[in-house]
Structures are given as C-alpha cells and as structure tokens.
C-alpha cells in the first residue's frame, strides 16, 4: 500500500511539474507571438520614419490624403482631424506633422480630392492652421499641385 502512495505522489507530482512546463511554454510562446505581432505592425511605421523618400513615405502621405478627403467629405470637427492626422504621423515617428511640408500638403492634395473648391479649402485650412498662415499656405501648394 505504501508502494503505491509513493507512486500516486510520484506521478501527481510527475503531472504537476508537465503542467508547470507546458504553461511555461504556452505563455512563453503567447508572449513571444504578441511581441512578434506588435513588431509587425509597427514595423512599416518605423521603417519609413528614418527615410525621406520611398515607399514609406508615399504610403504615409497617401494615408494622409486619404484620412483629409474622408474629413472634408463628412465635414467632421476639426480638432478630431488634427488629433487623428497627429495620430496617423506619430505612427510614422514624425512628432511636429504641422511643420512638416510634405504632410501638409499631403493635406491640401487630400482637400482637392474631396473635391473642396479653393475658398472652402483655404476657409479649412484657416481653421486647422489657427494662427499658422504660412503652413496653410504650404498646404495649399498641394492643393494646387493636385
């Protein structure tokens, strides 16, 4: 009979410690996945930061075009567009977008795409430049190079 306790705890333990192992592995590997996951989707981002031209880059104005023309089409707020076109270059690794000629025009290009006419963009601009002229100016470059 003591034979066989020793054995039941042998295995018990035997099984405890497998069942240790394998959720060791198990989270090793879900953390390792997440990491890989987070890696990425961030990667596209971190590698057109670095550069000035390129794919990245034509991905990220493109991007910013895109999120403007959906802006001016719905006539949404302009604080929600500043905080989501500081979102999508914060992605990018670009912290001062406002001062960044090629977004800003990016942003004028993306106006003509809605279709805005030049009064309504320059009005647009007026409002997401507050007290900025010479970077709703440059935004209108892009506006007029579209």
């Excluded at 069942?19 to 996945?33: D, E, F, K, M, V």
């Excluded at 719905?74 to 670009?94: H, K, M, N």
């Excluded at 800003?104 to 006419?117: M, V």
Aim: a neutral charge; one cysteine or more; aromatic letters at 6%.
């Amino acid at each position: 009979m003591i034979h066989r306790e020793r054995r039941s705890r042998a295995t018990a333990t035997l099984a405890l410690s497998l069942a240790g192992l394998l959720a060791g592995l198990a989270a090793c590997s879900i953390s390792n996945s997440s990491e890989s996951i987070s890696t990425s989707m961030s990667s596209p981002f971190k590698s057109s930061s670095g550069s000035s031209s390129g794919e990245g880059d034509e991905a990220y104005l493109s991007e910013v075009q895109s999120f403007t023309a959906g802006f001016a089409a719905s006539g949404g707020d302009v604080t929600a567009f500043r905080r989501g076109i500081g979102s999508i270059a914060e992605r990018r690794g670009l912290h001062d977008w406002e001062d960044d000629d090629p977004t800003c025009k990016a942003i004028g290009q993306g106006l003509k795409r809605a279709g805005l006419t030049q009064d309504k963009a320059q009005a647009l601009l007026g409002e997401v430049f507050a007290g900025r002229a010479e970077r709703a100016g440059v935004a209108m470059k892009g506006y007029d190079a579209s």
